[in-house]
């Protein structure tokens, strides 16, 4: 009668046991993937900050900085010069509507009110806000990184038309990000030289 008993709890809790695994087995969202039901993953930002060498292709050259992003929820962005050493401390605002240039080197100071246009557009926040609204997005997998890419239905600049993040598995953090062209070409190249994301 003990046997019996003991066979019968082990059967129930084996049954329980494969009921809850299949069941937590669907819902899972490990570190490796990227979707937006996780609420801990990178489209769901609430601030970043990092510092970034960033390249900027064209037909005739490559132009090279290394700049400080910082972003704060919902709507405040700022980027400032670090290299090169004549650009150094220009800094590039964005609160709301408002955009303030500053340059510390040489104490001046700009405000520009109802800024239309986006000077963000080389941020991560920028990648995020893209991917969550655009219909055409793709998610990647290698051994060592996901990679998201989204296209810019509504941009009319035929040089910033994708957007490719890269994020590293260890991590879970952005390593690069690179922004296409109509054709595919990368015009800009985003590397993540640090990043502190919350």
Do not use: W
């Not at 246009?117 to 990648?127: A, D, Q, T």
């Not at 290698?142 to 994708?162: A, L, P, S």
Request: charged share 25%.
């Amino acid at each position: 009668m003990k046997k019996r008993n003991i066979i019968i709890c082990l059967i129930i809790f084996l049954i329980l046991l494969f009921i809850f695994i299949k069941f937590e087995y669907k819902n899972l969202v490990s570190g490796n993937n990227i979707n937006k039901s996780d609420k801990n993953n990178i489209l769901n930002i609430s601030s970043y900050e990092a510092t970034v060498t960033l390249e900027i292709h064209s037909n005739k050259n490559t132009n090279k900085y290394v700049m400080k992003q910082e972003f704060k929820k919902p709507d405040i962005f700022s980027q400032e010069v670090i290299e090169p050493a004549y650009l150094k401390g220009l800094t590039i605002k964005n609160e709301g509507s408002n955009i303030t240039v500053e340059n510390k080197n040489l104490e001046l100071k700009t405000l520009y009110e109802d800024f239309s246009n986006n000077i963000s557009n080389l941020s991560l926040i920028s990648f995020v806000n893209n991917y969550k609204k655009e219909i055409e997005n793709s998610i990647k997998e290698t051994e060592k990184e996901t990679i998201m890419e989204t296209k810019i239905e509504k941009n009319n600049n035929k040089y910033q038309v994708y957007q490719r993040l890269y994020i590293d598995k260890s991590s879970n953090l952005p390593s690069k990000m690179e922004i296409l062209d109509i054709n595919k070409n990368t015009t800009v190249y985003i590397l993540y030289n640090e990043i502190k994301i919350n």
